[in-house]
Each structure stands twice: as C-alpha cells, then as structure tokens.
C-alpha cells in the first residue's frame, strides 16, 4: 500500500494510504521487481519454458521464500514510515501546545461555546491568587490551598503559622502570560515592615514550597535590616532603610528601601485641593534600592539603586490621601509619604514605582528604562524587551505623541545587556493574542499612522492605512493571517502581504460584534475568540481566521467579572468574588 502525500500545514508531514493499489506489490501477481542479466541459469530455471515469469508447474520453494521476504520487509518499511510520521505528528502537535500555553491569549481550543467547569469562591481584596503548573493556588487566611485547574478539585494544603501569602500576583496574566511557579515563595501577611508595641520587631519566616505543596526551603528574614545583613553585600546595603520584601518567581524575595535617613518632611499634612491640578510636593524622597534574594541560600542576587527626582505635582506618589475624597471645591487634606514606593516582579520583570521613581529591570537586574526619560518603562514581550516611551500606554499603538522636544516618540527593542538594539517607525502594537507560531512585530508609523509589520530585526515587511486597518489595535496575530479592526468592522489580513483575506462587519452578519466594542481576544490559531464590552451586550464571539465566518456566538460567560485570562491555554474568568474555569 503505497503513500500519497496530502496537503497540511507546512511544518507537519502527513501522508494517507491509497486504497486499490495493493496488487501492485503482490508478488504473485507482479512476480519479483527487476530483471535478472541475459544467462543468469538460476534465473532461468526459475522461468517458464514459455518465457513467463513463472514455472509451468508454478513458483519454486526458493522463489516464495524470496517473494515472502520482500513482501515482510516492504510491510516493515511502511510500518517504520508510519511510526515516523505518528511521531512526528505527536512532537509537533506537542509544540503546538507549548507554544499556546506560553502565547499571549493562547487557548487550547475555541471550537465549541464556553460553559463554565467550575467556580471557586474567592475574595480577590483579602485573598492572594497565583498559579503552578497545572493548579490556581490560593491564600486562605492561615491556609494556602493548590486546587486542579481542570476539574477545581483541591490537590493539596499548607497551614502555617499566621495570614501567608504565596507566590506573585497573578493579573500578570491579564497582560502577558505568566509562566506557571514551581516554587512558590511565601510570607507572612503583606510583608511590610510592622513593629510590636513595643517598638521591637521579629525575624520574618520566609518558606518555599514546590508545585505539590511540600516544603523545598525555610529562610528567616529580617523585616529592617533586610537581605543579607552580614554578607557580601552588606557594606552595600547598609544605609538602606527597607520598607517592603514581597515574594518572587523562582525561590526569590524582592526587597525594596529607600537610603539614607527618613525625608524630614515625611509625614507632614497636605492640603489637596479640587479645582487644583495637584499638590505641591515639598521635600526631597531619597534614593531607591532593590534587591532581590534567593530564599533557599540567603544571598543576594543582585541589587541596584535608582536615582530619585524631585516629585512635582503629583499628590498620589507622595501623598496619603487615606478616607480622604474629592468633593467639589472643598479641601481636603493627606499626608505626606515621600517614602511611597512599590515594587512588583512576575514574567522576567522587575517594576519599581513610588514617590519621584520610575524604573523597570530584567530577571538579571539589566536596568530596561532610559534614566534620563522619567517615562520610561520597560515591558517584555516573547524573550525579548521592549523600552516604552509612554510610561506604560505600550501596545495600545497611540498616534501623535511626542517627548519634551516636540519630536515623535519611538518605541525600541533592547539587546540582552540593555542597549537599543533596534528602533520601531513608531510606537510598537503588541498582538491582543497570538498562537506563538507568528514572529513578526507590529508597529505605528509616525508621519501617516499606518500600521507596519516588521521582522525580528525591525525590518519592514508590509504596511497598511487605517482604510485596510486601524493601527492602534492588533487583535491576534497568527502565522497565517493577522485581526484587526476597520473603522467598519474587522479585517483578517494576510500575514505575508499585509492584504485583506477577508472583512468581517455586523451590516453583513448580525453576530459580528461591533467596531470599538472588543476589549479582550484570545485564540487557539484557527478561531479568534472576541470579548465584547461590558454592559447589557457583553458577548463571546468566535471568528474563523481563514475566511472571517462568525462559527458561534454566545452570551457572556457570568456576571459581576473582571475579566477572562488566557492560563496554560485554559480561559478562566476571575472577579473580585470567583474564579471559574470556562471551556
């Protein structure tokens, strides 16, 4: 039985089996392949004396136990190549898996209408969630509890001695997908700096637990004189004042202060007026340090200091506001906090913010934002940086913006040591969702707002106007085709030209979701999934990226939500009350 090849996709081999075509290599009906040399006797006396293929008497013994060889050994060969190609099929439909569950928006499948697994109450005010490979992880008061992801079943439970919460925030997920924590670190209540009554404080008990729940390290901290007091880096660190140590990826805590002495005006009240655009801040914040710690071996992984600025007019860096409200033209007081600062880490960053500081760094401690440009952020995207000019307004692919000179501001990809290596035409667009398999970029153009497509090295690919598609949106982002809206609708636009394949708009089907409607989009790499806006019209649409047809669409997956997250390619739903599984 002899193998076709048939169309699939370019990076699979496929092959069918052609039915009808067996007597071609029936040896008793084709006889042995070949021609044996003119006077071969054994050959001969093999042959009909009438000169057929076979004897008049019919095959010898020797001729079928050669036949039955090649008949074995051709069955063998299409059964190693039918083995190879199963295995072939298996390894990359196991690539195509991975590279969902790391995308942005990657989901396994969209083929059928969601419906809710499981719900799992949880208050998102008080309680802390994060997730482990194949498990959402819970703080529960005293408690940290690994439920299944797939069935919301609880796999294990930790108790320790107080309020603890574990491993880092999981709205990471909500921009880029979070890479699931085999370890989780995890601390006592909020782990900021609290004295007794007695002005005193205690070592803090820092623990790290493996994706099953068991104890891998135990490490004790102290909340004022903060990481390695007595190591390497302790002459580093010495003037440091540490004000926060929250848990990281990969067994670390990441700790945060503020040097030199307290500011002499911290904790002075301000007035807050309404019809002002702001406070005058008075006061000099000091320098910020970050640190970030290994828990199991105490040492310090790296720390860096950030330069502060003088405030401004901003009275939510460096104020307090507490109960304090906007109401008409009354004043209203705060108090001064020039030490306000946070710090977060999750997928490969570190993001220092607060009072007169701004600063973004790499898993390594490479500073990403331009010092010199206090709106500088730094955001990953895939295995690469991208230094934003915008102070965090990246993807949203906005036209018109310009720094303090009065020129067009550009967004730029950074080398692994932090130095540009190579500038977009505009602001860059990140993809709502993507499968993983597409490798371009997405940038506006600052003199027409036309969106373009560039290579991994900033080359430009294609470009298109806002006729074909509105730059400041890129839907999903496949191999093959690219989503994106038109003042009418939508456009899925072929990723090699930047040509429309296909429109998509309500006058032509009632179930296309409106222009300007979709805030959220996942995709599996055939559907597009699209999340209309809130309100009595909040839907779930799913779109075939190949020719634009609306294959469902269906009513919103609950009520008084957040929002859906794309999770080791799962869609759960979470709110300030549940989280809940769709599919």
Not at 379 to 404: E, I, N, W
Request: hydrophobic content about 40%; some cysteine; overall charge negative.
């Amino acid at each position: 039985m002899p193998l076709r090849r048939r169309a699939a996709d370019s990076d699979r081999h496929t092959f069918e089996l052609v039915e009808g075509l067996d007597d071609a290599l029936d040896p008793d009906v084709a006889g042995v392949v070949g021609s044996a040399p003119e006077g071969d006797a054994r050959v001969a006396a093999e042959r009909g004396q009438d000169g057929s293929d076979f004897p008049v008497d019919g095959p010898t013994a020797a001729t079928l136990r050669r036949r039955r060889r090649v008949l074995l050994a051709s069955v063998a060969a299409v059964a190693v190549v039918l083995g190879g190609m199963v295995a072939v099929d298996a390894v990359t439909t196991r690539q195509d898996e991975e590279r969902l569950v790391e995308a942005t928006g990657g989901i396994a499948s969209a083929a059928q209408e969601p419906q809710v697994a499981w719900e799992h109450a949880i208050d998102l005010s008080t309680e802390s969630l994060t997730f482990g490979p194949g498990t959402f992880v819970v703080s529960e008061g005293d408690d940290v509890v690994g439920y299944d992801l797939d069935t919301g079943a609880e796999t294990w439970r930790r108790t320790f001695d107080g309020p603890t919460t574990c491993g880092t925030p999981s709205l990471w997920y909500a921009a880029t997908p979070g890479v699931p924590e085999d370890e989780l670190v995890c601390v006592p209540g909020t782990a900021q700096v609290v004295y007794d009554d007695d002005g005193e404080h205690r070592p803090m008990a820092v623990t790290v637990l493996a994706a099953d729940g068991s104890v891998v390290a135990e490490h004790e901290v102290d909340r004022v004189e903060g990481p390695d007091p007595t190591g390497r880096e302790a002459a580093a660190l010495d003037d440091v004042r540490w004000l926060q140590a929250v848990p990281g990826p990969g067994g670390v805590l990441l700790w945060t202060g503020r040097a030199g002495p307290e500011p002499a005006l911290q904790g002075s009240e301000v007035t807050l007026d309404a019809d002002a655009a702001g406070v005058q801040v008075r006061g000099e914040p000091g320098d910020v340090v970050v640190a970030v710690q290994d828990v199991a071996s105490g040492e310090v992984r790296w720390h860096a200091t950030v330069p502060a600025r003088r405030p401004g007019d901003d009275p939510y860096a460096c104020v307090q506001l507490g109960d304090a409200s906007w109401e008409g033209t009354t004043p209203e007081t705060g108090v001064l906090d020039l030490d306000q600062v946070w710090s977060s880490t999750g997928a490969g960053l570190v993001t220092v913010q607060g009072c007169g500081v701004l600063a973004s760094f790499g898993a390594d401690g490479v500073r990403l934002d331009d010092p010199d440009e206090p709106d500088d952020v730094g955001v990953r995207v895939g295995d690469r940086y991208v230094r934003d000019p915008t102070g965090g307004a990246y993807g949203s692919g906005q036209t018109g913006l310009v720094d303090a000179s009065g020129e067009p501001v550009h967004s730029s990809v950074l080398a692994a040591d932090g130095s540009v290596d190579w500038v977009a035409p505009g602001l860059l667009v990140l993809p709502v969702a993507t499968d993983g398999r597409s490798s371009q970029w997405f940038s506006t153009r600052t003199d027409d707002g036309a969106l373009v497509a560039l290579d991994g090295s900033g080359a430009q690919q294609w470009h298109t106007s806002t006729t074909a598609g509105l730059s400041d949106q890129v839907l999903v982002a496949t191999r093959d085709t690219v989503l994106v809206p038109t003042p009418k609708g939508f456009a899925g636009l072929d990723a090699g030209t930047g040509r429309a394949r296909w429109t998509l708009e309500p006058a032509d089907d009632e179930d296309a979701p409106a222009p300007g409607t979709v805030w959220q989009a996942f995709t599996d790499g055939r559907l597009a999934v699209l999340q209309t806006n809130g309100g009595t019209d909040s839907r779930l649409v799913a779109v075939d990226l190949a020719d634009g047809r609306v294959v469902w669409a269906a009513d919103d997956v609950g009520d008084g939500y957040w929002g859906l997250l794309a999770v080791q390619g799962r869609l759960v739903r979470y709110g300030e009350q549940s989280i809940a599984l769709v599919r």
